[in-house]
């Protein structure tokens, strides 16, 4: 009887052993700061959300989060530096899609593979919209198409970078409609937006948040999203007038390679609770953007349907 | 006694031949900047070549063999310094730089006292330099240093 | 909108407020003060202090930060050849010859001086003349921008000193190396020579320092074993403030023409405010009586470039505020402040906001007094810095500078590019070949290739690219100024009655 009674506390005891230091792990991290890395320049969008959420980050960890910038090659650098850091979860880099797709699709060697970022939570959607200004000639988006189809290339379309969010949109949009416009890109949102209300091109693949700040000015024609809008509800998404195209740019975060997956779920809880917070929620609508809600799997499956989307679009326009 | 502007023509030629092989495969749009800035490079280069050739103007890199000497030992204990940060770690490396530098330039090398003022005046300064930037304006230093 | 300007005044003078608003021209001269951090990077660093204070309070520390950073970027320049942050470039030129001479206090007042008197006048501009001058500036398109930075290269002409032609040189060879990296249209990677690092570009803090900084140290240090930075002790009096203020006072033309540049230019979206001061300089050379003076050391040089840089920082608020576009980097990270306050760019800054905002234009006016009081003040106590020995001072400069650099972009690369430079800059100084030029072309590269590649696309759109490059009314005035500034040193020497080809080639 007693022999018995010892064996099973050995092997609760063995049990204890093996489990334990697993739930101590969870359940340790975080127990250091942790460094929330911005592959952008400050006071860029993405600066302006890890700001946001850093408060509310050490609140709910625990812990100091540190937010430091890493900028160059359009977020490049900065994931290529976040693939090389340890998977023990202290070190996260803000991420964006659909840069992380496109770049290694389109650059070749861009110092990351889009499947070595492992995403924590995508928080934020910019949708993209089509706009002229108000004095242009057209008012629908069919009347553009079908400008664009009597002058092929007159239209000019601002949109920031190339091979990015805009850029793509552009293309899809070219290849669905069968016109021919000219994509101008620019240096960031801020030279797009002035290039555009100055009437250097004619058109704008817009941002939701800065179509928000010149709703005056402009009219939108139409919004990359399957809902309309809130800011615009008289504006049509582009499925509604027959173009099949969702054009956004997700904001979220990643960890490098390898990260245990429990200390991913204390991540993305973290920021799921930041984006479920009605407060965040009704800020970042204001300001003109979307909150998502995305946890690690979910943001995982929504990029790898992203690289099956444009994959095909890279190879085409590739030259 | 060096002939600079051949010297300055010839290591821009050079450059821009550097330059041009690698871009042949750029994109239209890509490529037409630095098309026509590797021309417009070139043909100065040409210029200044032909100048270097037709009126040369010597003169002399070195003032003197001291000088040159203590130009190649600067560089040389910066470049090790650079060279050998990642490994020995950011704060013990500069301590040593700074040490050897600052002995480096003292007046009398052989007294002991500078020696020991050398190795004091970089602890305060490195340290110091170091807490303020890292702790007082928050900002990301090399990694490698005890106080990771 | 007096009356608003009266109430943001008052906000400014309440306790809490005044005591942030010092604090911030503090920190923000300490950072413009240290090479390698610049006012982009202190603004960042202090905008989580700024979440525990109301939106006034966390502005008015914002905007003492960026008057105090374009001042302090002066100190560096003057007293070791190194500007602080780019916009003070063109503070060395004349402002290190200064101290050379034993008159570093000379060149720290004037700049104090001037920097205050630029950001006095371009506070005043964008308080009341905000929204026409923003809708004005939105008619800034490729064409402009692309003459713009070709007029910004016919500065080499001023900026080599003996040869035209391998000014020239060095300006293409700026262009070449800001090439390196990401093309702005067409996505490719360039010249990185498969260093996935160098998808980044060249940092210009980085290459300003490796050849301005590092080329001094190696050769009065480390080749000439001088004993201290300049010839000369320096000892600090005060007859030298009276002096400069009343210098200052004979250059009325100077001192508006030069804060006007800075104004403009910085109300330029994306224009830059790194040209403001070279620009700047460039005319105050262009119109002396005596421009042989510039370059030996002239308080003339310094407040042009400081007048300029420093009225480029409220310049830059002015597209910020009325349309949410920022004109400078820093300006993007106030812009982000004002997002994370909730206020929007726009008409509702200056009707609901009106005292916030105002505020924050009144706090940058009596921040460039305290630049004033606080720079004159400290030009008893920096220039003692070159009174350290050398031993000391050195490799205490080298260290601060490989900090400073590897900050900027968290980036072990800029370093090295720092180090490699400094070798660069040194070698071509000793063989009369002067790296300014090659900076030049470093920073407007850019603005030319994107002014070039837009121009082309948008031209070609809308039927003929000549046509959209010449044919508007803005670039024909660009163009005009190109010319006048391209022939200026042909007509210079010809007026001193010199033979013309003496300082071509």
């Known amino acids: 009887m007693m022999k018995r009674v010892m064996i099973l506390a050995l092997v609760l005891l063995l049990v204890g052993l093996c489990v334990g230091p697993l739930t101590v792990a969870a359940a340790g991290f975080p127990e250091r700061p942790v460094t929330y890395s911005v592959p952008w320049p400050p006071g860029g969008q993405s600066d302006v959300e890890a700001r946001r959420q850093q408060p509310m980050l050490e609140k709910i960890l625990g812990v100091k989060v540190i937010v430091q910038y890493k900028p160059g090659g359009g977020g490049s650098l900065g994931w290529s530096e976040l693939i090389k850091q340890k998977p023990d979860g202290y070190f996260i880099c803000g991420i964006n ?52 189809k009597k002058n092929p290339g007159a239209i000019t379309c601002g949109g920031s970078g190339t091979w990015s969010g805009h850029h793509i949109a552009h293309l899809q949009f070219q290849k669905l409609t069968g016109v021919t416009m000219t994509y101008v890109p620019h240096k960031g949102a801020a030279p797009q937006v002035a290039a555009f209300l100055g009437g250097h091109v004619k058109a704008i693949w817009g941002n939701s948040n800065d179509l928000v700040t010149h709703k005056e000015r402009i009219r939108v024609l139409a919004f990359g999203t399957t809902k309309r809008f809130p800011h615009f509800p008289d504006t049509p998404t582009f499925k509604e007038l027959g173009v099949d195209l969702l054009a956004s740019i997700d904001r979220g975060v990643a960890a490098p390679p390898g990260t245990p997956a429990k200390i991913i779920k204390v991540l993305e809880k973290a920021f799921l609770k930041i984006t479920g917070d009605p407060k965040v929620q009704d800020q970042m609508l204001k300001e003109g953007f979307v909150t998502l809600q995305m946890g690690s799997k979910e943001s995982k499956t929504y990029i790898a349907e992203k690289v099956k989307v444009y994959q095909p679009i890279v190879k085409e326009f590739k030259k | 006694m060096l002939n600079a502007d051949l010297i300055i023509g010839i290591v821009s030629l050079v450059i821009a031949v550097t330059a041009w092989v690698p871009t042949r495969g750029l994109t239209l749009l890509g490529g037409v900047f630095v098309d026509y800035t590797l021309i417009v490079l070139a043909s100065l280069s040409v210029v200044i070549v032909i100048k ?33 940060m990642p490994k020995v770690g950011f704060l013990p490396a500069s301590y040593l730089m700074y040490a050897a530098f600052n002995w480096y330039l003292s007046e009398d090398r052989m007294k002991t006292k500078n020696i020991i003022i050398s190795v004091l005046v970089s602890l305060v300064v490195v340290t110091g330099f170091y807490l303020v930037f890292r702790n007082v ?5 090399p990694k490698g240093s005890w106080f990771d | 909108m007096f009356e608003a300007a009266f109430l943001g005044l008052a906000k400014v003078f309440q306790l809490g407020n005044f005591f942030c608003l010092v604090i911030g021209v503090i920190f923000g001269i300490v950072i413009g003060a240290l090479p390698g951090l610049t006012a982009t990077m202190g603004l960042a660093l202090l905008i989580p202090f700024t979440f525990t204070m109301t939106p006034a309070m966390g502005l008015i520390m914002l905007g003492g930060i960026y008057v105090g950073a374009m001042y302090g970027d002066a100190i560096p320049a003057v007293l070791i050849n190194t500007p602080g942050t780019p916009a003070a470039i063109a503070t060395t030129f004349d402002g290190f010859p200064l101290a050379q001479k034993g008159m570093a206090q000379h060149g720290l007042v004037a700049a104090a001086l001037a920097s205050a008197y630029g950001s006095l006048l371009a506070n005043i501009v964008l308080a009341t003349s905000a929204p026409p001058l923003a809708e004005a500036s939105l008619k800034f398109g490729p064409p402009e921008y692309f003459w713009l930075g070709i007029f910004g290269l016919t500065i080499i002409a001023t900026l080599a000193v ?21 093309a702005p249209i067409g996505g490719d990677i360039r010249l990185t020579f498969g260093y996935t690092e160098l998808q980044g570009g060249v940092e210009l803090i980085v290459a300003l320092i490796g050849f301005f900084c590092l080329p001094e140290i190696l050769s009065s240090f480390i080749a000439k074993r001088q004993a201290t930075y300049s010839a000369e002790k320096i000892i600090p009096r005060f007859s030298v403030v009276r002096e400069v203020i009343i210098s200052l006072l004979k250059m ?9 540049i800075g104004t403009i230019i910085g109300i330029a979206p994306g224009a830059g405010g790194n040209i403001a001061s070279l620009v700047s300089y460039n005319e105050a050379v262009r119109w002396d009586k005596n421009p042989k003076e510039f370059g030996k050391g002239t308080i003339k040089g310094v407040a042009a470039s400081e007048a300029a840089n420093s009225a480029m920082a409220p310049g830059s608020l002015v597209p910020l505020l009325t349309l949410g576009i920022p004109g400078s ?14 206020m929007r760019p726009g008409h509702e800054l200056f009707s609901t906001h009106a005292t916030t905002t105002f505020a924050f ?56 590019i720092m180090f490699l430079f400094g070798v660069i800059g040194f070698i071509s100084n000793k063989l009369k070949f002067h790296p300014a030029p090659i900076v030049l072309g470093l920073i407007l590269g850019p603005y030319v290739e994107e002014g070039l590649v837009q121009s082309v696309l948008c031209g070609r759109a809308g039927g003929s690219i000549l046509a959209y490059m010449f044919l508007r009314p803005i670039s024909l005035v660009l163009i005009a100024l190109c010319i006048l500034s391209a022939l200026w040193p042909l007509y210079a020497s010809w007026r001193s009655k010199g033979k013309i080809g003496e300082k071509i080639l």
């Open chain 1, 97 to 148: 899609i659909p840069h992380i797709v496109l770049q290694p699709l389109a650059r070749g060697d861009a110092g990351y593979k889009t499947e070595q970022l492992w995403p924590i939570s995508l928080f934020q959607a910019t949708p993209i919209g089509l706009a002229i200004m108000k004095d242009a000639p057209f008012k629908t988006l069919e009347d553009l198409i079908a400008h664009a």
């Open chain 2, 52 to 84: 270097g050739i037709a009126k040369p103007e010597k003169l002399r890199f070195f003032e003197s063999v001291v000088e040159r000497n203590n130009i190649l030992i600067g560089l040389a204990m910066l470049l090790v310094y650079l060279v050998f």
């Open chain 2, 137 to 141: 304006l928050g900002v990301p230093l």
């Open chain 3, 162 to 182: 003996g040869s035209l032609v391998k000014g020239l040189l060095a300006g293409a060879l700026g262009l070449l190396l800001s090439t390196i990296g990401i």
């Open chain 3, 252 to 260: 009325p033309v100077l001192m508006l023409r030069s804060s006007a």
């Open chain 3, 329 to 342: 980097p820093p300006a993007a990270v106030i812009l982000g402040a004002l997002m994370l306050h909730g």
């Open chain 3, 361 to 416: 234009i009144m706090s940058m006016l009596l921040a460039a007094g305290l630049v004033t009081v606080i720079g004159s003040f400290g030009s008893f106590l920096y220039p003692r810095i070159l009174n350290i020995p050398a031993r000391h001072l050195a490799p205490g400069i080298i260290f601060m500078t490989i900090l400073g650099s590897y900050s900027i972009r968290n980036n072990i690369l800029d370093v090295w």
